[in-house]
């Protein structure tokens, strides 16, 4: 793919708040079609950068360029052409549904049908409804709505499952899952690697302003080494971490306070080798957990800390 | 370029007037604000309420009966108080010596009558108030005249009461200005403000919206309201307490249109930077309360020290104030309201210009 269809192409990017730094030479190549998600912790420069490529910031420096043209020069044509979700917008409590979409419908001189765009959200039954009285994903599906409804090229969803609750997340992803079905390009940014994993078709994982690692979910994952891992928890005596790496199978270990969590190849070959490994060492299981490596992992092995701290 | 597949096919219609986005724009306006049942009391309601209430405080009495006390001790008092009950412009209150010293302390009677002896008569009362000097002019004129005296000349009266010299007439055009301002100030600033505050702003230029006609609908809604406001307001005045309207419709309409402009300018003005409520409301209040002192709503602003007038002729509230009063009671042109129209005005680009500058999208 070259950079020329690039839908969205960033360069060398950086962005600076005084001796803050939070966008530290970033480059990302967005193709048309895809989903695409910058997934990094709170604080990593998600939403900096996707500002800055919705042409709401100014980049410090770097080059940024939106489906083949440049905010510089053609900020009235870009905007007619791109959907845009941002974090924690509060649309006008006292219109009801299909005015706030009608409003913004306005502001395009072409797009779909209000009604139409309600109903793809699954909104029809609030169509009347003050926004004042709706739930917080039926909110964040308005706001999808209005982001859509100018039939945009390029979609920019910043966090669009932020602060919901599981069910009306699962909604959200359905939505979007159809958008990315129909072929429709779109950017996103979370914190969520179940979001990035189900949503995207690739992935830059973004830390300190820094795309730190690039590729589909299952790549990323793949590079790991391994497709699983083991957490456990000892309730005394210590175990040698040096012995720990040298079973079959296992390709990483970590230990924190008493807490392992090793990555491994083959679960059914190393399980059975890191328990005869513990009651070598006499010791007793307080945990045991197993679960197939993610995102997360991909973050941890990367970074040492994990996407969501305490999560 | 991309030419991804579309999940539905583009529609392009033509539009009706309904669907352009300052039509738009100021739809929201309106319904965003008559779906706020305190914003509408507070245009709408509470200015007539007040109106209603200074002019019921001030409203013209038939002329008052002065009650005159007089001494029933003496044998002369008989005749006396037979003279003063005959003018039906005094009334007489019998009392003893020390209830008539009360009564007159205290403001209850306005002179007290003292026969001394066979026609003589001493008048008690305080020289320092008119309605007592009043009333010791009509007590010893009904005494003299019960007593004989003839006038020399011969007199009549002939009353000339005339709208547009009482209170209720110099309060509803200064009213009808305090609300312009109100209006503008805060119908337009706390609308800007709790946009940006909630991020609506920040998504509406990610948009394709023009921002001149965002700016432009607050304007152009504010102008739609006037005709509301300034109609329910000037309508309950000439209506319920007969002010006169002398000015021609197009000078009231003018001068109303002016003024609104450069309130609902200096609204914009105001909000363009602030991010919060609270730093909205002191701002606001920053502004106002100057002209809520200054600019001669309730009484004349001519009270003021001359050393404070040019700053006070500046205040654009004092200008709408006293080109309302000057063509709604006098019935003036335009043209002499020239001085004040062009205060309005000026605030007016003054205040758009600076607001345009520093306005914050974000």
């Known amino acids: ?311 | 370029m991309s030419t991804s597949a579309r999940v539905a096919p583009v529609v392009r219609e033509r539009r009706g007037l309904r669907e352009y986005p300052l039509t738009q724009l100021v739809m929201v306006r309106f319904l965003e604000f008559w779906r706020e049942p305190e914003a509408v009391f507070w245009v709408f309601i509470f200015p007539i309420l007040l109106a209603a209430g200074l002019g019921i405080a001030f409203r013209q009495r038939a002329p008052e009966v002065v009650k005159v006390g007089v001494l029933m001790s003496d044998e002369h008092a008989g005749v006396i108080s037979d003279a003063v009950a005959h003018d039906s412009r005094l009334e007489v209150v019998p009392l003893d010596d020390s209830a008539g010293m009360h009564a007159l302390r205290t403001g209850r009677i306005a002179l007290f009558v003292v026969p001394r002896a066979e026609r003589t008569v001493e008048y008690r009362y305080d020289d320092t108030r008119p309605d007592a000097r009043n009333a010791r002019l009509l007590v010893d004129d009904a005494i003299q005249r019960a007593g004989g005296r003839r006038d020399v000349a011969t007199a009549r009266d002939r009353h000339v009461r005339e709208p547009g010299a009482r209170y209720i007439d110099f309060v509803i055009p200064g009213l009808l200005a305090m609300n312009l301002m109100g209006s503008g100030i805060w119908g337009v600033g706390f609308t800007i403000v709790e946009a940006r505050r909630k991020k609506l702003l920040k998504r509406l230029v990610a948009t394709p919206m023009s921002r001149s006609q965002y700016l432009a609908s607050f304007i152009l809604a504010r102008l739609a309201m006037l005709v509301l406001e300034v109609g329910g307001l000037l309508g309950f005045g000439i209506w319920v307490f007969g002010v006169p309207a002398r000015g021609s419709v197009g000078t009231i309409v003018m001068v109303t249109l002016t003024a609104a402009l450069a309130f609902s300018a200096i609204g914009l003005l105001v909000a363009s930077r602030v991010r919060t409520m609270e730093g909205a409301s002191g701002l606001m209040n920053l502004v106002m309360l100057p002209m809520w002192i200054f600019s001669g709503v309730f009484f004349s602003a001519s009270n003021f020290p001359n050393a404070a007038q040019p700053f006070i002729q500046a205040l654009p509230l004092t200008a709408a104030a006293d080109a309302l009063r000057a063509t709604l009671l006098e019935g003036a042109s335009l043209g002499s309201l020239a001085g004040e129209l062009g205060i309005l005005g000026a605030w007016l680009l003054v205040a758009f210009a600076a607001a345009l500058a520093l306005f914050r999208w974000r």
């Open chain 1, 1 to 311: 793919m070259t950079t020329a269809a690039a839908a969205l192409a960033v360069r060398a990017l950086h962005k600076r708040y005084g001796d803050v730094v939070a966008v530290d030479g970033l480059d990302l190549e967005v193709r048309p079609g895809e989903c695409f998600g910058l997934l990094g912790p709170n604080g990593a420069g998600k939403t900096t950068t996707i500002e800055i490529c919705e042409g709401l910031l100014e980049a410090t420096s770097g080059e940024v360029e939106v489906l083949g043209r440049r905010w510089a020069s053609d900020e009235r044509e870009l905007r007619q052409l791109l959907g845009i979700q941002l974090q924690e917008t509060q649309l006008a409590e006292k219109l009801t549904v299909r005015e706030t979409v009608r409003l913004f419908r306005s502001f395009y001189e072409r797009g779909r049908e209000p009604d139409e765009v309600i109903a793809l959200v699954q909104l029809e039954e609030k169509t009347r409804a003050r926004v004042g009285s709706l739930s917080g994903g039926q909110k964040q599906r308005l706001a999808l709505a209005c982001a859509l409804v100018g039939d945009p090229q390029l979609l920019f969803l910043d966090e669009p499952t932020t602060g919901l609750d599981p069910q009306a997340r699962r909604q959200l992803w359905e939505l979007i899952g159809e958008l990315r079905a129909g072929g429709r390009t779109i950017v996103l940014t979370t914190h969520y690697m179940e979001e990035a994993e189900r949503l995207c078709d690739r992935v830059a994982i973004v830390d300190h302003g820094r795309a730190i690692a690039l590729g589909t979910p299952r790549t990323l994952v793949q590079s790991l080494g391994a497709d699983h891992v083991v957490e456990f928890a000892l309730g005394d005596a210590p175990i040698d971490a040096e012995r720990l790496s040298r079973l079959e199978g296992v390709r990483s270990v970590r230990s924190n306070n008493g807490s392992w969590s090793l990555t491994v190849a083959e679960l059914h070959v190393a399980l059975p080798a890191i328990l005869a490994e513990v009651e070598r060492r006499g010791a007793t299981l307080a945990e045991l957990r197993t679960h197939s490596a993610t995102l997360d992992d991909v973050f941890v092995s990367l970074t040492g800390r994990r996407l969501r701290e305490g999560a």
